[in-house]
């Protein structure tokens, strides 16, 4: 069965502070692994894909890297409109291709 | 300009009425999909279609029933509506064949049955 795991659940820090967001995942069967951010009463909004391990995407103050068996969403010196839940997804399948994602982490960013 | 547009945004309906959403994208997306995020946030596949054909078919109840009239348009019609249908569902679209592009969201459909 396909799993993400997203961690921490949530995840409060001062203006500035860097940290990092983990996603783990059922590695069988894997067809690329994806970041999104969704605001509230908003849709998810698709940030990064990553397909190989040793991959790593940027844009802004976000950086996503992949092992074989995690990701990680580093966030350098967040501001506050950083603050959103960060999802994580799991692509498999081929004509019957899916994400399933994590639970997602909610990041607030304090000024 | 809105490249995944869902209606309504809000619903609110009583229990055992039946309901329906819709769904349309303007990117020349082939495939289409509903998500249901429950109240934990946990977003989760209900059914996909690619080209008006039904290629996913999650563990969903009967009740639940998706038509693709053509590629641009999903709608999803819920009959007999239970407490336990109240949550945000989410349309999105894609390139088959390009799955590492992701996929676009609409800005989902807050249902609540009272």
């Known amino acids: 069965e396909d799993q993400v795991t997203q961690s921490p659940e949530a995840l409060r820090l001062q203006e500035g502070e860097s940290s990092s967001l983990n996603c783990s995942y059922t590695?069988?069967?894997?067809?690329?692994l994806f970041w999104y951010r969704q605001d509230p009463g908003k849709g998810p909004e698709f940030l990064f894909t990553?397909?190989?391990a040793g991959e790593e995407k940027e844009k802004e103050r976000l950086k996503a890297t992949l092992t074989k068996k995690e990701s990680f969403l580093h966030i350098t010196a967040p501001k506050p409109e950083d603050s959103a839940t960060y999802l994580c997804?799991?692509?498999?399948?081929?004509?019957?291709?899916?994400?399933?994602f994590g639970k997602g982490t909610l990041l607030t960013v304090n000024p | 300009d809105t490249a995944v547009s869902q209606t309504p945004k809000y619903l609110v309906t009583q229990m055992g009425n039946d309901k329906s959403i819709k769904c349309e994208q303007n990117?020349?997306?082939?495939?289409m999909y509903w998500y249901k995020q429950d109240s934990k946030k946990f977003l989760k596949i209900m059914f996909s279609?690619?080209?008006?054909?039904?290629?996913i078919n999650e563990t969903v109840p009967n009740r639940f029933s998706p038509k693709s009239p053509d590629k641009a348009h999903l709608n999803l019609h819920i009959n007999s509506l239970e407490l336990g249908d109240s949550a945000v569902y989410f349309c999105?679209?894609?390139?088959?064949?390009?799955?590492?592009?992701?996929?676009?969201f609409g800005s989902g459909t807050r249902l609540t049955v009272v």
């Open positions: 990117l020349g997306h082939d495939t």
């Open positions: 590695v069988s069967g894997l067809r690329g």
């Open positions: 279609y690619n080209n008006k054909e039904l290629i």
């Open positions: 999105a679209s894609s390139l088959l064949d390009r799955p590492l592009y992701g996929y676009t």
């Open positions: 997804a799991r692509g498999s399948g081929g004509s019957n291709y899916k994400l399933t």
């Open positions: 990553l397909y190989s």
